[in-house]
């Protein structure tokens, strides 16, 4: 891969990190293997799969072995029809990519 083309891939894969944190409020890289950590790994790489992107760069991006991606796109579905917080957290991403995200909705009224 070129240096031009790599580094539009990073560009792309910091806006989404930058997103998926703040969605999830938890860092995406780190070593954690709590539920709330593999859960927005789990968004991350599922969004960059569906854009075209390999899965050996994204788990490269990780630190993670491009396996443990093929594992995240494999569970996704299953994940996804089952795990409100994945779902939840999976629709706001999408949302936040189409300029449709509403921070305001996490809020309880108590909250605000």
């Known amino acids: 891969m070129n240096w031009e083309l790599r580094k539009k891939q990073e560009k792309e894969f910091d806006e989404l990190r930058n997103i998926v944190e703040d969605v999830f409020r938890v860092p995406l890289i780190t070593k ?3 539920r709330c ?3 927005s790994r789990m968004v991350f790489a599922r969004v960059l799969v569906d854009r075209g992107h390999s899965k050996k760069s994204i788990g490269r991006y990780l630190n993670r072995n491009h396996s443990t991606v093929v594992h995240y796109c494999k569970k996704f579905e299953d994940y996804y029809t089952r795990d409100m917080e994945l779902t939840a957290g999976y629709d706001d991403v999408m949302s936040c990519l189409k300029g ?3 921070p305001v909705r996490k809020f309880t009224p108590a909250q605000l």
Do not use: A, E
């Open 100 to 102: 449709k995200y509403d």
């Open 37 to 39: 950590y593999v859960t």
């Open 32 to 34: 954690g293997r709590h």
